[in-house]
C-alpha cells in the first residue's frame, strides 16, 4: 500500500522537494495510562517523516550531505525508553521536538505512534503529530 505523504496537507505551500523518512520502527515501551500498562512494555510502532524543504542532494554522494535516518532511528528508540510516558502525544511531540532542534535543514516533521495491542477490534490505535518551524 502506497501512503500518501502528511505534507500535501500544507495547503497553498510548496511542497517538500526531499523527505527523509522511517516507518514501521517497531520498539518495546513502556506507555500508557492503564495501570497494567505501567508493568509491562509493549510494542508501538513508529513512522517519522522529515521535510527537508529545497536541502540540495548530496554531489559527493556522502553521507554527511544528508540526516542520516539511522540516527533518526536511533534517537525516536532513545527517547521511546527513556521513561514511561502515558500517552502516545507526549512521545511523538518530544520526537518531533528533537527532528526540529537536530538539524537546522528540517523544515517540518511528522511522527506517527501506533499501539498495536490498544484495541481487541483494531488492527492499532495512536496519534500523528505534525510540527513545523
Keep these: 500500500m502506497t501512503r500518501k505523504s502528511v505534507f500535501r496537507l500544507f495547503k497553498g505551500r510548496q511542497p517538500p522537494a526531499t523527505r527523509i523518512f522511517v516507518r514501521g520502527l517497531l520498539v518495546q515501551a513502556s506507555i500508557g495510562v492503564h495501570p497494567h ?4 512494555t509493549q510494542p508501538v510502532i513508529i513512522d517519522i517523516e522529515l521535510d527537508m524543504g529545497d536541502m540540495p542532494l ?5 553521507l554527511h550531505e544528508t540526516l542520516d535516518y539511522a540516527v533518526i532511528a536511533e534517537k525516536a528508540e532513545e527517547i521511546a525508553l527513556e521513561a514511561h510516558v502515558q500517552l502516545v ?4 511531540g518530544r520526537i518531533a521536538d528533537w527532528a526540529l532542534k537536530a ?10 505512534i501506533a499501539k ?6 483494531a488492527d492499532a490505535a495512536g496519534v500523528e503529530v505534525i510540527r513545523r518551524r
Aim: hydrophobic share 30%.
Design 37 to 40: 500498562e505501567h508493568e509491562e
Design 58 to 62: 548530496p554531489e559527493e554522494d556522502r
Design 103 to 112: 538539524d537546522p535543514r528540517v523544515d517540518a516533521c511528522a511522527v506517527r
Design 116 to 121: 498495536p495491542q490498544a484495541l481487541l477490534k
Design 89 to 92: 502525544e507526549t512521545l511523538a
